[in-house]
């Protein structure tokens, strides 16, 4: 279909299915090597935050997101010019505030500057670290499990617009993000890019400079652009208690 918008028309009652070819589907239900997904457009009954965290079209300018995120940019202010570096706890505290610790014990360790969009979609584990300049376009759900490393410059881009330019239609058209998970003891190399819809499983590396577009397997090394897996890793062994440890 072919739709000429405006912020307002994004209240349409009725949805609107459009193809692109650069990422998973949503649902998870793709056929084999397709990057297909297809996105909605909700009913006038959402706020355009419902729509964004369902993964459909919404307007990212409308008051109460512009609101959230100028927020989040306040704390990122502080969080990279406000507080001294040795300050630890106040550092792991403004984290606390910002993002989802699922472990206060064991906050994340985020080397400034950072950046995000909303922070409160981000959920983090245990014995995180992350380098400078990483960012995270949290405009969906990003889960982020134990004893992750990111590399400089790593991005991860929930956030996505539609191809068809007049739909895009620059800042006065809708957008979409699909949420991103990063399983257990995943280590992401400097400026690699992780895509929309992704998910990373446990104990995999991202290679420096990949731009990865679809889910990587668990214990598995991907590089490239697109990241394609270049090397099979071998599983950690299971412990005492049956548990398995880490690589």
Known sequence: ???????????????????????????????????????????????????MLRGELYWSFEPQLLAERTKCRALLHKYNNGIDYADHEGRANLLKEMMHVRDPEHPPFIEPPFRCDYGYNISIGSDVYMNFNCCILDCNKVTIGDRVLFAPNVQVYAATHPVEADVRNGTKGPEFALPITIGDDVWVGGSAIILPGVTIGNGAVVGAGAVVTKDVPPHTVVAGNPARVIRHLQPPAATSSGQQGRP
């Open 1 to 51: 279909h072919r739709v000429s918008l405006h912020p307002c028309e994004c209240m349409l009652s009725s949805f609107i299915r459009i193809h692109s070819e650069i990422n998973p589907c949503p649902a998870g239900k793709k056929a084999p090597g397709s990057l297909n997904f297809t996105y909605t457009m909700a009913s006038e009954s959402l706020s355009e935050k419902e729509k």
